[in-house]
């Protein structure tokens, strides 16, 4: 077996001619544009099974440098911070802590169902940990992080189940938020936005007519998306030295939401990118590069050796997810156009990751109009509430499987 390993630039291409794919392909595909499927996601697999091939049938490994891909991850959660106010923060308090408790309830229901279905199907309980909220909604990071503790329990491949398990769940995470998002815009008969109000992307923007997309606009973003980062990188550095695990894109969102409410008071002539075509543009173009490299990075033959008892927790942990999304979430979000937006969301963050639900949110607010609280209420949930929450939780699962 052999191994090419292309370099950032060729990836970063690659990248790139692979979102171009997804795009040419849901605009030929009918269905994929029905169901909302994000444009990076059917991209992306594509590549996946295109590699998967070339592994099997060529005898050769692609392997592809990512570290561009987390920085495009800090870009995409500046921007979200960059496009909040204050005053949908302070309107979105209620909803906002209600999505919090049903997040972390989900959370034990993740890991019970998890649990129940491993020990029904004859494996260790442990392993329903792993294929719960350790690799789902916890993602990649979480499962390699607690795999060590899974292997004390006796698992000697913990870390590649939690791989695996968290891999499948962003295949499917990316899939199911688009079609639950249909069936309840179709179900409930709900009103979204005419033609003309439609985004072009996932976050709002304003000002359309005076606010063109140019060169000066483009580089305005950057430099301050650069700032946000600096100020972010370095309050990341305290965090770390204080020893709490913190993802650098946390602080990095945090500083833009505190700047975004800051400056433009302070300085009202100053030209600041909040919900501006410019800013909604650097997002796109950030997550879409984003999913892209991640999904066409997957080595599906890991995935084919370890996929036996983890696609039935797996398909029990979608159907679970599902029930959730649209007989409680749905229902107590408000039952409305945002809370559908919102419920395709949470179905890529509680099977796959935060980027993946802003994903799906984009494809549904790009098709219908757009859906601005969506965007604010569950970055904030998932990336800066469900971390802490979550180690806890998988603690004492795990020392109950373990008594």
């Given at each position: ?6 370099d ?6 690659l990248a ?5 794919s ?17 444009e990076?996601?059917t991209?992306?697999?594509?590549a996946?099974?295109v ?11 692609v392997?592809?440098t990512?570290?561009a891909?987390d920085?495009?991850l ?5 921007c ?10 302070i309107?979105?308090g209620?909803?906002l802590?209600?999505?919090?408790i049903?997040t972390?309830?989900?959370?034990v ?9 491993a ?7 442990a392993?329903?940990?792993l294929?719960?909220s350790?690799s789902?909604?916890?993602g990649h990071?979480t499962?390699?992080?607690w ?10 491949n913990?870390?590649?189940i939690?791989?695996?398990?968290a891999?499948l ?7 199911i ?15 979204f936005?005419?033609?003309?109000e ?7 923007h304003?000002?359309e007519?005076?606010?063109e ?11 301050v998306?650069?700032i ?5 990188y370095?309050a990341?550095?305290q965090?770390l030295?204080?020893?709490?695990s ?8 945090l ?6 409410n800051?400056v433009?008071?302070?300085f ?6 909040t919900?501006?075509?410019?800013l909604a ?16 990075s ?11 008892p983890l ?6 942990q979608?159907v679970v ?8 979430l749905f229902?107590l979000?408000?039952k409305?156009?945002?809370a559908?937006v919102?419920?395709a ?7 796959g ?8 949110m ?5 098709a219908?109009?757009?859906?601005p ?7 904030l ?6 971390d ?5 939780i ?5 020392q109950?499987?373990g008594?």
């Amino acid at each position: 077996m052999s191994i090419f390993q292309a370099d950032s630039f060729l990836t970063i291409t690659l990248a790139i001619v692979v979102l171009f794919s997804g795009v040419h392909l849901n605009r030929r595909v009918g269905l994929l544009r029905k169901y909302n499927i994000p444009e990076p996601v059917t991209g992306g697999l594509l590549a996946a099974a295109v590699v998967g091939v070339i592994y099997f049938v060529g005898g050769i490994e692609v392997s592809f440098t990512l570290n561009a891909r987390d920085q495009l991850l800090v870009y995409f959660f500046t921007c979200i911070g960059l496009n909040a106010r204050c005053s949908d923060l302070i309107k979105s308090g209620r909803p906002l802590i209600i999505l919090l408790i049903l997040t972390l309830g989900f959370i034990v229901i993740q890991d019970v169902v998890g649990i129940l279905t491993a020990k029904s199907i004859g494996q260790h309980p442990a392993i329903g940990v792993l294929a719960g909220s350790m690799s789902l909604i916890g993602g990649h990071g979480t499962a390699i992080a607690w795999a060590p503790e899974v292997n004390k329990l006796g698992i000697e491949n913990a870390l590649e189940i939690g791989i695996a398990s968290a891999t499948l769940g962003l295949i499917v995470a990316s899939l199911i938020g688009g079609p639950i998002s249909k069936f309840l815009i179709s179900r409930n008969k709900l009103v979204f936005l005419q033609e003309a109000e439609k985004p072009l992307a996932g976050l709002a923007h304003e000002g359309e007519d005076e606010k063109e997309v140019n060169h000066f606009s483009l580089m305005q973003v950057i430099l301050v998306m650069h700032i946000c980062m600096i100020i972010g990188y370095v309050a990341h550095q305290q965090i770390l030295a204080m020893n709490f695990s913190l993802p650098l894109f946390v602080p990095c969102l945090l500083v833009g939401i505190f700047l975004t409410n800051t400056v433009p008071h302070l300085f009202p002539r100053l030209a600041w990118p909040t919900r501006t075509k410019a800013l909604a543009v650097v997002s796109d173009f950030s997550l879409g590069l984003f999913l892209a490299m991640t999904l066409m990075s997957m080595k599906l033959w890991e995935l084919a050796s370890l996929a036996g008892p983890l696609l039935v927790i797996l398909a029990v942990q979608t159907v679970v997810a599902f029930v959730f999304i649209v007989f409680v979430l749905f229902k107590l979000m408000g039952k409305d156009y945002e809370a559908a937006v919102l419920s395709a969301g949470f179905g890529g963050f509680a099977l796959g990751a935060t980027p993946v639900a802003i994903a799906n949110m984009t494809a549904v607010t790009k098709a219908h109009g757009s859906a601005p609280m969506a965007f604010i209420m569950l970055p904030l949930v998932g990336a800066f509430f469900v971390d802490v929450t979550n180690a806890f939780i998988i603690r004492f699962a795990l020392q109950w499987c373990g008594g």
